[in-house]
């Protein structure tokens, strides 16, 4: 079955988050739902679509921010209460947007995840989870590491309360009250949680999870351990996962999963096949999608997905087709509406005109007052630096609320700027005197009208370490910058992993000295990356990596004294003496550094570096190939007009 959809876009409301909007519930079965969403100025909207325009049931004043929304109530019951995180609150509307709940739990960091289930509130900040029942603390969880999301099985199927949280460092960690149940290994850091079906599955317990290099997969979650079911990895080289939701939209009584990237891709993949989740839709939208729900908004009888995205755009892909076909009358009546829409837009952009000439001479007359402030105008940028584990290569992503002008890139060590498909902006590059060391790049990129969303690649040298700096330049007035700051570590290209193999022959680097815990982890997170920025619980911690380029490893042990670092790889060994020497100096600490030296290990890399080698001297003999062929094809251009001349004069 095929399936066609058709792009409506709603109305805009500011910079949105993750998960931050949601469909409430249908009086009927398939009729128009009202759309509620919350953004970065503190707005909470709900609206519905009336005659092709939105119409809004209530709106509230700004506010904090609006980290996440979520849909509540009575189990089983429909879910039709709103309520939303904004910095440590939680604030709860009915549908008509009486506000019947202001919630202060007093954490210390802003709300970054929340989930709701009867009387029971689950949240995360950055490290720490909360679990509230009728607004009263229950249970209390710090993390090892930062949390992305976390969700709850459904208490109405099981007969326990089962929190999970989505972990940067690779992990679902599974509750029971105040501890860890059982960890569950993932294939990248999970950004986002979702139930199957919305509901678990037919066991409950079936949790769909997204990460954000891309990659989709199913893990049912027991009482006692996990089971693995599927995984959608990311072979078309896709941006992260954002958001997930299930929907039939296919319309064959099977719920379909939907997925939002922050590439803005959109996708529908079918499910209850013997081979998996198969790929039925996939369309792609000019900015990183938020969030998605499965449901009917612009008109009743026809399916749609909705998304969100991060500039406040709430858009459908809606079954509805595009030209209905009917008698004269059906298209007289389609022209009158045709008209009315045209009228109202008209009106509405005159009506934005006037407002912004209004705006501009009030600021110009704030700006020209002698105790006007410095009025510069802010925006939004929400950035990505993450390392691709394909290629060995870190993808830049800035998006911002509006047009681009030009990006400015600088960096104080040795990169390289790969070319990105995507990317349509012109690049110019500065001469640099890399002697001085401040400047080793200098590149402009200068983007085309409408470009929001500019993604760059750039390959970094292991040992080479210091900032990249990003100088994002909108198209506004009056004109502004800010300035984004990227370290380059000096093992930049590993990737924490969960285990690596321990017959490889391995370099083993030992530091002993007056230093503690959370110095020996702060001179870890300095040398390596997706390392937590606070020391983890205990007394002593083991990390994993692997080098994305080389497929080397690395063992990392530290606790208060000691550290002990081992790698297959005696260049990984000596960049962490050199850099942990400088790092303990700088503190003037006194190391004691001990090395056991495998020599084995040296030919072990070679063999490891060689099949890559052959392929970049093969490739080289291509190009000079293909510099041959090309003389080849125009020496033989060259002669058959010469044979073609002399033919014609012989004939003549």
Known sequence: MELHLHRADYLQVGVTSQKTMKLLPAARHRAAQKVVIGDHDGVL????????????????????????????????????????????????????????????????????????????????????????????????????????????????????????????????????????????????????????????????????????????????????????????????????????????????????????????????????????????????????????QGGCVGKDGYDEIVVSTYSGWVTGLTTEPAHREGGPGEELRLSQEMQSKISSLRSELERLQFKVLQERERYQQASQSSKAKSAVPSFSINDKFTLNQDDASYSLILEVQTAIDNVLIQSDVPIDLLDVDKNSAVVSFSSCDSESGDNFLLATYRCQANTTRLELKIRSIEGQYGTLQAYVTPRIQPKTCQVRQYLIKPLSLHQRTHCIDPDRPMNTLTLTGQFSFAEVHSWVAFCLPEVPEKPPAGECVTFYFQNTFLDTQLESTYRKGEGVFKSDNISTISILKDVLSKEATKKKINLNISYDINEVSVKHTLELIHPKLEYQLLLAKKVQLIDALKMRQITYRKNTKSNLHTLKDSMA
Not at 153 to 175: F, G, H, I, N, Y
């Open 45 to 292: 909207l709900c609206f519905g679509m009336k005659k092709g325009e939105a119409v809004a049931v209530f709106k509230t004043l700004p506010g904090q921010q609006i980290a996440r929304l979520g849909l509540g109530g009575a189990l089983n019951t429909p879910q039709e209460k709103i309520f939303i995180a904004a910095g440590s609150e939680i604030r709860g509307f009915t549908k008509r947007g009486k506000q019947f709940l202001s919630f202060e739990t007093n954490l210390t960091e802003s709300i970054k995840a929340m989930h709701i289930s009867g009387s029971d509130l689950f949240l995360s900040a950055s490290y720490i989870y909360n679990h509230y029942c009728d607004c009263k603390d229950q249970h209390y969880y710090l993390s090892g590491d930062k949390i992305n999301d976390v969700i709850c099985l459904p208490v109405e199927k099981l007969s326990r309360v089962t929190p999970v949280l989505a972990c940067q460092d690779r992990l679902l960690r599974v509750l029971q009250g105040s501890d860890v149940v059982y960890e569950v290994e993932v294939p990248g850091p999970p950004a986002v949680l979702a139930l199957l079906d919305g509901d678990g599955g037919d066991s409950g317990e079936d949790l769909v999870f997204g990460t954000s290099d891309g990659k989709l997969g199913l893990t049912q979650i027991t009482a006692s351990k996990p089971v693995h079911k599927w995984e959608i990895r990311n072979e078309k080289k896709r941006g992260g996962v954002s958001c997930v939701d299930s929907f039939d939209i296919l319309g064959d009584g099977v719920k379909d999963l939907l997925a939002g990237r922050d590439d803005g891709t959109v996708e529908v993949y079918a499910l209850g096949g013997a081979g998996g989740p198969v790929l039925r839709f996939e369309q792609a939208l000019s900015e990183s999608v938020t969030s998605i």
